[in-house]
């Protein structure tokens, strides 16, 4: 049997929820991953210290027995967020990074900034402070083409910012499109991506060929075949600028399966598997463990983890469906679906 070995990853992008659902969410990201940044967008969001330290006591609660997880805690931008509220973060170690969500960019993100001109004392703080802004690159203009949005977020937003905090640490999350893999490989020192196991596996064609496959719904959006070749080629350049970030983002599945659905596909449950799939597709498993391990520690300025987990090459099937909040189900991206990887724990 074919199995492999690689120092414990992280998950650099992760929506675990609040309440209820902690109970699911918690135990299966700790079974894979030693540490990951954990989202903001609550409702309401995360915007100061005290709200970040007290979801970090909640997440801690349903971290099980001899596991070892640590949850790094991000604020959520506002409008109104000033440098004081930075400093005192920085200051309790409360934090690792500031989430940037341009109002109305998805899920939860009303709260999100409307114009970064607002945001001044916050960013000056955290680029001093060397506190990175993770991004969620998209422009939420009604007359750009939602496939088009990431592109022209970086043209719009995103060069501009970094020509004003050039020594702003950014990571750009989630990328799904040739234009930012390009970026990122190419630009100034100081940017970094995630990249999603879904954007690495699937083009939008799985989502919408054939018939409508909300599961696959998340955001950016699905792009065009061309485009996950390019996130295969940064995720397996060996370019430290490229790590691990899930995006694993639950919702309930009455709020999947409607007619107005929300954006996120559930991959904490299996997300080394689909990494392990992805990389192998490319024969690139030599790659995994700097991308998923390394990389990231990497720009966070953090140790690498010391223990390691394996993955082995063995069938199992996906549930259909998991337990989830009030009685309702959640159905995990590839449900019923048969993996050829299999997490197989700590080694
Ligand atoms: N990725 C998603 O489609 N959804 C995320 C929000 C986000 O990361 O943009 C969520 O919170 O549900
Ligand atoms: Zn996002
Ligand atoms: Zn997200």
Not at 7 to 26: F, N, S, Y
Not at 204 to 214: F, K, V
Not at 263 to 278: I, P, Q, S
Not at 309 to 321: A, F, G, H, N, T
Request: net charge negative.
């Amino acid at each position: 049997m074919t199995s492999i070995d690689i120092i414990q990853p992280d998950d650099w992008h992760v929506h675990l929820r609040d309440g209820e659902a902690l109970a699911h969410t918690v135990p299966h990201i700790a079974n894979q991953f030693a540490r990951a940044i954990v989202m903001p967008n609550l409702k309401p969001p995360v915007t100061n210290r005290t709200m970040a330290q007290d979801y970090a006591t909640r997440i801690m609660e349903h971290v099980p027995e001899h596991v070892d997880f640590t949850p790094l805690m991000t604020l959520y931008l506002t409008d109104k967020t000033n440098a004081g509220d930075i400093n005192c973060a920085v200051s309790a170690n409360a934090v690792k990074a500031v989430k940037l969500y341009p109002a109305g960019a998805t899920t939860n993100s009303d709260s999100g900034v409307t114009s970064l001109d607002h945001c001044d004392g916050a960013l000056s703080m955290m680029q001093s402070a060397g506190l990175p802004l993770l991004v969620h690159g998209e422009v939420t203009d009604a007359n750009v083409d939602i496939f088009d949005r990431e592109a022209v977020f970086i043209d719009k937003v995103l060069i501009p910012l970094r020509a004003r905090y050039p020594k702003l640490k950014i990571v750009l999350e989630h990328i799904t499109t040739r234009a930012a893999a390009e970026y990122v490989a190419t630009s100034e020192d100081g940017i970094a991506a995630t990249i999603t196991a879904h954007h690495l596996l699937y083009n939008r064609n799985h989502m919408l060929a054939g018939g409508i496959r909300p599961h696959y719904y998340c955001l950016p959006i699905l792009k065009r075949e061309s485009h996950r070749e390019a996130l295969i080629g940064a995720a397996t350049s060996g370019n430290p600028r490229f790590f691990l970030g899930t995006d694993s983002a639950p919702h309930a599945q009455p709020t999947k399966e409607t007619a107005c659905g929300c954006a996120g596909c559930y991959t904490a449950l299996h997300a080394m598997e689909l990494y392990a799939t992805a990389f192998e597709q490319a024969g690139a498993l030599d790659k995994l463990e700097a991308f998923s391990s390394i990389h990231g520690a990497a720009f966070y300025g953090l140790p690498v983890n010391t223990r390691k987990i394996r993955l082995v090459k063995e069938d199992w099937q996906v549930p259909s469906e998991l337990p989830y909040i009030e009685g309702q189900k959640l159905i995990p991206l590839n449900a019923g679906e048969t993996l050829s990887w299999k997490f197989a724990g700590i080694v």
